[in-house]
């Protein structure tokens, strides 16, 4: 008998979540789908939208003297969906007066989300903003009073009104505001495209520009805005792209780079 030669597994990841992909050494940029990619030391952290096809998927590492295709796969995961019950119905079907104020506020949530800082250092360890009960998944597929919405774009962790929510890790504020449907609402810079939103704050004690460590108190747990009861909403942001929080902390918590 001989040896078979050692063949690496390809790393897979599923439509919403991420892959981690080792990189060439003096790897100076990564792009999926043309889309720079969040890089720790020699790490790739690449954001696979929920609209990726399941299959075969190539990222593209830059350096000085090359280029390589790292292969990965997307394989399939079906997600549910949830039926929610608002009874303000304004917030389900807003008023031809309350689209403008929704269209300023989408704005400037986009201009947040589209920030590009220089890749953070380290994440590892990220923690949840609030401890608690995860109610609502990401890519849960929603009804508002038995209409369809868009996927949900984060996770919703049940909390007691008040319980402080901290960052989830370093960063700088990118916007503050009370929202239509988010409530009250901040965004963090985490640095490399990485992002987090955190909405239906009861208050919220953070400004923009501010400098914030892992940990910082950014607010408090609310349920203002579109909210069925208090609850802590965190979406997390990877170059503009939406990505399930669960899946991002154990990628990073699990990376060999871990002190
Ligand atoms: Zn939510």
């Known amino acids: 008998m001989f040896a078979l030669p050692s063949i690496a597994a390809i790393p897979t990841g599923v439509p919403g979540g991420v892959v981690e992909l080792r990189l060439p050494q003096s790897t100076t940029n990564v792009f999926f789908n043309e889309i720079q990619q969040l890089r720790l030391d020699n790490r790739a952290i690449v ?29 399939e995961k079906t997600y549910r969906e949830q039926h929610l019950t608002v009874e303000n119905q304004r ?5 031809a007066e309350d689209m403008k104020r929704i269209q300023a506020e989408s704005a400037l949530i986009q201009t947040a989300y589209a920030r ?10 990220i923690a949840l903003p609030v401890r608690g009960i995860v109610t609502s998944e990401f890519g849960f597929r929603r009804f508002f009073n038995g209409q369809p919405r868009n ?12 319980t402080p929510v901290k960052s989830p890790a370093p960063g700088v504020i990118a916007l503050t505001g009370n929202f ?20 239906h704050l009861s208050q919220i004690n953070v400004h923009p520009q501010q400098q ?23 979406s997390v942001s990877l170059q ?20």
């Open 116 to 125: 590009f800082s220089p890749m953070p250092k380290r994440l590892n360890p």
């Open 240 to 259: 503009g792209t939406r990505v399930d929080p669960l899946i991002f902390i154990d990628v990073i918590n699990a990376s060999a780079s871990a002190e």
């Open 212 to 234: 914030i460590e892992r940990n910082s108190i950014l607010g408090m747990v609310g349920a203002t805005g579109r909210a069925t009861g208090p609850h802590l909403h965190w």
């Open 151 to 162: 996927p949900h774009s984060g996770i919703d962790i049940a909390a007691e009104h008040g």
């Open 91 to 95: 917030l389900v079907n807003p008023l």
């Open 47 to 75: 954001a696979i939208p929920l609209i990726t096809t399941i299959g075969d998927h190539v990222v593209i590492a830059q350096s000085a003297k090359s280029t390589t295709e790292l292969p990965f796969e997307v394989i």
């Open 180 to 199: 239509f449907f988010n409530g009250n609402t901040i965004l963090v810079d985490h640095g490399g495209g990485f992002i987090s939103m955190l909405c």
